[in-house]
Nanobody, 119 residues
Framework: QVQLVESGGGLVQPGGTLRLSCAAS????????MGWYRQAPGKQRESVAA???????NYADAVKGRFTISRDSAKNMVSLQMDSLKPEETAVYYC?????????????WGQGTQVTVSS
C-alpha cells in the first residue's frame, strides 16, 4: 500500500499564491509518476499537472504559465506552486501516485486539501 498526505491548502485572495505539497510513503516502486488533480463542487475531478519519474511535466491548459509542479524523488514528494490564483480554481486538490509492476497499474490518491480563492 501507498499513503499520500497533502498539505498547504487554505484561503487565498484572487491573484494570490499557494504551495501544495504531497508526501508519499509505503510500498513505492522505483519508477512512478505523480500528479495533482482538483474537483470543484458539482464538477468532475480534473487533472491539473503531472510529473513523470524522469522529470517530464505536463499541465492543463488552464494553469500553464501559472502553476509549477516539482518533485523530490529522494523524499517521495511532489509540490504544486500555484500563482495568480482565480476564484474558479476553488476546489479540493488531490495528489495521485501511479506506478506499475509486471504490467499491472496501481493508483493511489491522497485525501485532498481544500483551496479556496476568494476576497
Amino acid at each position: 500500500q501507498v499513503q499520500l498526505v497533502e498539505s498547504g491548502g487554505g484561503l487565498v485572495q484572487p491573484g494570490g499564491t499557494l504551495r501544495l505539497s504531497c508526501a508519499a510513503s509505503g510500498n513505492i516502486f522505483s519508477v512512478y509518476n505523480m500528479g495533482w488533480y482538483r474537483q470543484a463542487p458539482g464538477k468532475q475531478r480534473e487533472s491539473v499537472a503531472a510529473v513523470t519519474s524522469g522529470g517530464h511535466t505536463n499541465y492543463a491548459d488552464a494553469v500553464k504559465g501559472r502553476f509549477t509542479i516539482s518533485r523530490d524523488s529522494a523524499k517521495n514528494m511532489v509540490s504544486l506552486q500555484m500563482d495568480s490564483l482565480k476564484p474558479e480554481e476553488t476546489a479540493v486538490y488531490y495528489c495521485k501516485l501511479d506506478q506499475r509492476r509486471a504490467g499491472i497499474p496501481y493508483a493511489y490518491w491522497g485525501q485532498g486539501t481544500q483551496v479556496t480563492v476568494s476576497s
